[in-house]
C-alpha cells in the first residue's frame, strides 16, 4: 500500500469519485471543496491509499507533520530548481536530472519528495510505478540529515520493486546510513561500486578535435540498440537501452560507409558516460573527439555537463582529466537499497 499525495491536476476526478462514495464520504467530500473553494489546499495534504482507485483519504494540515515526506507540487517546480541550484556542487546530479526529467515532460511519471518544504535537506526523485528496477537520484545536503533520506526512500520503495537503486548522495552520507544500523547484515544500503569521483567539464575547458578522415559525426537511435547493449560488461534490459538513448543527447561516430565505431549517452541522472570505442578504432582519439563533442552539445543546449568516475577506474580517471574535466571535492555513492515486499 503506497501513501499518494493527489495532485491539484487530479481534484477534480477527486470531487467526482467522493460524489460517488455520499453518503459515507459526506465529511471528506464537503471538508475537501470547502478548502478548495477557499484555496487553503495549499496548506493541506490530500493524501489516498491508490490512485486513481483510492478506499482511504485523509486530508492533514502540511506542518502537523514534523518530518512529513512531502511531494513538490508541478506549481513549485521554479522554486525547487532555483533552491537546487543555490546547492551546486553537491545538487548536480538532481538539480541536472530534475531539468531533464521537467524538460522531456517525464516528471509526470516521477515522485519528487523532499523531507520539508520550502526549505528542505534532502530530495529523492524516484519513478512512481516502478514494476522493475530504475534508478532514483537523491540529494542530502550533509550526513547529518541521513535519517530524513532513509525515510524518503523507504517511503519510495513502497511502490517498487527491490531492489531500489539510488545515485546521488556523497560516500560519507552512505556511511552515515550505514553506521545508523548495528550491522551490516541489518543495514538495508549496500554500495552499488566503489564510491565516484565526481568531474566536472566547463565550456573554456573544451578543446575541438578534428575528426580523421574516413569517419562521420552522428548520434545513436534506436537502431543502434543491440550495439550499445552488447558492448556494456553489464548487458541491461534492452528497454532502458532504448529510453535512454532516444531520449537524452548521445554522439556517435561512424565510418563512412554507416558502420557505428565510438558513442556516448548522457545517462539519465545528468552525468556523461558509457564511452566506448570499438578496440580495432582505439588509437585514433575518438573517444575523445565523443565526449569532447557530446559535453558541447550539453553546453549549447543549456546544461551542466559532468561525469562520474569509479576512483579505481585509473584508465577512466586519467581520460577525463586529459581532456579537461575537473574533480569535485566530493565524491558519489550508488547505493542499493534492499527491502522486503511486504
Not at 502537523?64 to 515526506?69: D, E, F, P, Y
Amino acid at each position: 500500500m503506497a501513501v499518494r499525495e493527489v495532485l491539484p491536476g487530479d481534484y477534480d476526478v477527486l470531487d467526482q469519485r467522493l460524489e460517488k462514495e455520499l453518503p459515507l464520504s459526506i465529511c471528506g467530500l464537503v471538508h475537501f471543496r470547502l478548502m478548495r473553494r477557499k484555496h487553503l489546499l495549499r496548506e493541506k495534504m490530500v493524501l489516498v491509499d491508490s490512485w486513481p482507485d483510492f478506499s482511504v483519504l485523509l486530508i492533514v494540515d502540511r506542518q502537523a507533520n514534523a518530518m512529513a515526506v512531502r511531494e513538490v507540487l508541478p506549481e513549485e517546480y521554479d522554486e525547487l530548481d532555483q533552491k537546487l541550484e543555490k546547492e551546486l556542487p553537491l545538487s548536480i546530479c538532481g538539480l541536472v536530472h530534475f531539468r531533464l526529467m521537467r524538460r522531456k515532460h517525464l516528471l509526470t511519471e516521477k515522485m519528487v519528495l523532499v523531507d520539508s518544504w520550502p526549505d528542505f535537506s534532502v530530495l529523492v526523485i524516484v519513478q512512481r510505478h516502478i514494476r522493475e528496477t530504475w534508478l532514483s537520484v537523491g540529494f542530502c545536503k550533509d550526513p547529518e540529515f541521513a535519517p530524513n533520506l532513509e525515510t524518503l526512500i523507504q517511503f519510495a520503495s513502497r511502490n517498487t520493486s527491490p531492489p531500489l537503486y539510488i545515485v546521488g548522495c556523497t560516500s560519507e552520507v552512505m556511511d552515515a546510513l550505514v553506521c545508523a544500523h548495528q550491522s551490516m547484515n541489518s543495514c538495508p544500503f549496500r554500495r552499488m561500486s566503489a564510491d565516484l569521483i565526481v568531474y566536472t567539464l566547463r565550456n573554456k575547458n573544451i578543446v575541438p578535435r578534428a575528426i580523421p578522415d574516413g569517419f562521420k559525426i552522428s548520434e545513436l537511435s534506436e537502431i543502434h540498440t543491440d550495439i550499445v547493449r552488447k558492448s556494456r560488461s553489464y548487458a541491461g534490459k534492452k528497454e532502458s537501452i532504448t529510453y535512454q538513448i532516444t531520449n537524452f543527447l548521445s554522439v556517435l561516430i561512424e565510418t563512412d560507409d554507416g558502420h557505428p565505431v565510438a558513442w556516448e549517452v548522457q545517462h539519465e541522472f545528468g552525468a556523461i558516460g558509457m564511452l566506448h570505442v570499438e578496440p580495432e578504432y582505439r588509437r585514433n582519439k575518438l573517444g575523445s573527439i565523443v565526449t569532447r563533442t557530446l559535453a558541447n552539445k550539453l553546453i549549447k543546449d543549456g546544461q551542466l555537463v559532468f561525469a562520474l568516475v569509479e576512483e579505481n577506474n585509473g584508465t577512466s580517471i586519467a581520460f577525463h582529466e586529459n581532456n579537461g574535466y575537473v574533480r569535485l571535492p566530493f565524491k558519489f555513492s550508488c547505493m542499493e537499497f534492499i527491502f522486503l515486499i511486504k
